[in-house]
C-alpha cells in the first residue's frame, strides 16, 4: 500500500484485505525492526505474520477504513517490507483489486 495524499490507496485498500504478508523476523520492533509487536505473530524463528492475513476474509490488523471507500495502513511508517514493495498498478495491486471488485487501476 502506497499513501502519499494523492495515492490511489487511499481509497482502495484492497491489497491489505487480500494477502497473506509474511516478513523477516528481524523486521519485528523488539529485533531492530519497527513492525508493532501486537500486530504480527510469529510463524517460524525467522518468519513473522500481519495479524489477519492468514484468516478468511483476509484483512490485516493494521488496516482501517473500509475496502474499496477510503483506507489507511494504521501502522505505514513501520510497514514491513512485503507493504512497501506492492506497488499500485503492479499485477499484485491489480488482483488484489480484482478480488474485492474493484475497476483496475488506471495510472
Ligand atoms: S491494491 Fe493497489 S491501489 Fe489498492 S491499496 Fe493496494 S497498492 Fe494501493
Ligand atoms: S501493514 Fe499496512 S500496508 Fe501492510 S497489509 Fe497491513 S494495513 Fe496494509
Known amino acids: 500500500m502506497s499513501q502519499l495524499s494523492d495515492s490511489p490507496c487511499l481509497s482502495c485498500g484492497a491489497c491489505c ?6 516478513f523477516s523476523a528481524c523486521e519485528m520492533q523488539d529485533m531492530g525492526g519497527s513492525v508493532p509487536m501486537g500486530l504480527a505473530t510469529e510463524v517460524t524463528g525467522n ?7 492468514d484468516h478468511l476474509p483476509v484483512r490485516c490488523g493494521a488496516l ?27 499485477d499484485g495491486c491489480q488482483r488484489a483489486r480484482q478480488r474485492h471488485g474493484l475497476a483496475p487501476l488506471m495510472l
Open 64 to 90: 482501517t477504513g473500509n475496502v474499496g471507500e477510503r483506507a489507511a495502513c494504521g501502522i505505514y511508517e513501520w510497514r514491513p517490507g512485503p507493504c512497501r514493495e506492492l506497488e499500485p498498478g503492479s
Open 17 to 22: 484485505a487480500a494477502y497473506r504478508v509474511d
Open 47 to 53: 518468519t513473522w505474520r500481519m495479524r489477519g492475513t
